[in-house]
């Protein structure tokens, strides 16, 4: 199995909603990454998990709020976000070594009403 | 840390014609450096990659090369066909403070291939 899946494809929210992203690998990857992508712009590192620890956390503010339950699943949750965090959401997967090939997921589009 | 240029930002070419993308980085402890396609609405899909230690790699109509002493590396697609219009994104890697190990992506070229 060489996917990364991630549910909702779509959601729609208010800026007063709590809502989750989920992600999830199951090729045994120990490192998870969650990425923003803009129109027209390339993907921007939000967060890195590393065997289920946060490493990397790119200044992202704390309305969104990453969590890793276990190696296989990272969720990234949602609150009281601003139209401006309307966007679509990638995670990936790989390895924990250099060179290792980053997997995407689908993504979700988020859209903040 | 890491900074990735990629030109051009657009690129038309006829069909049968060849792309070439370009792309440099400012970190010379960046060792790996994959391209990625992306299609509207899509995922980004690693197309090819390169690692420091090689300077050449080819599959199919795909090639990549690398210099590293100009820290500049390059996607050139031959035979192009109107399904290689997408959103091409070249990518550096490097190893954070933290242990972890962080892409870099360039601003991509849009690629359109002309029938």
């Known amino acids: 199995d060489t996917e990364v899946t991630q549910t909702p494809k779509h959601l729609v929210m208010g800026m007063t909603n709590k809502k989750s992203l989920k992600c999830e690998q199951h090729?045994?990857?120990?490192?998870m990454y969650w990425y923003k992508q803009k129109a027209k712009k390339p993907p921007e590192l939000m967060f890195v998990y590393s065997y289920e620890k946060l490493s990397i956390n790119e200044s992202v503010p704390s309305r969104f709020s990453p969590e890793c339950p276990n190696s296989s699943l990272l969720n990234l949750h949602l609150h009281a976000l601003q139209p401006e965090d309307s966007a679509l959401y990638l995670c990936?997967?790989?390895?924990?070594?250099?060179?290792?090939?980053?997997?995407f997921g689908p993504g979700t589009r988020l859209t903040v009403t | 840390g890491e900074n990735v240029e990629q030109h051009p930002s657009t690129l038309s070419v006829q069909e049968g014609d060849s792309a070439v993308i370009k792309c440099t980085y400012s970190?010379?402890?960046?060792?790996?450096f994959p391209w990625y396609k992306q299609e509207l609405g899509k995922r980004p899909q690693l197309i090819i990659d390169?690692?420091?230690?090689?300077g050449e790699k080819k599959d199919q109509r795909i090639a990549v090369t690398l210099n590293k002493t100009a820290k500049h590396f390059s996607l050139h697609i031959t035979e192009t066909q109107p399904e290689d219009s997408a959103v091409y994104f070249c990518?550096?890697?490097?190893?954070?403070?933290?242990?972890?190990?962080?892409?870099?992506f360039g601003k991509g070229t849009k690629l359109s291939v002309i029938p």
């Open positions: 390169i690692r420091s230690n090689v």
């Open positions: 990518a550096a890697l490097l190893i954070s403070g933290a242990g972890s190990y962080q892409l870099t």
């Open positions: 970190d010379s402890a960046s060792n790996y």
């Open positions: 090729m045994g990857h120990r490192a």
């Open positions: 990936a997967s790989s390895q924990v070594a250099r060179g290792a090939e980053q997997y």
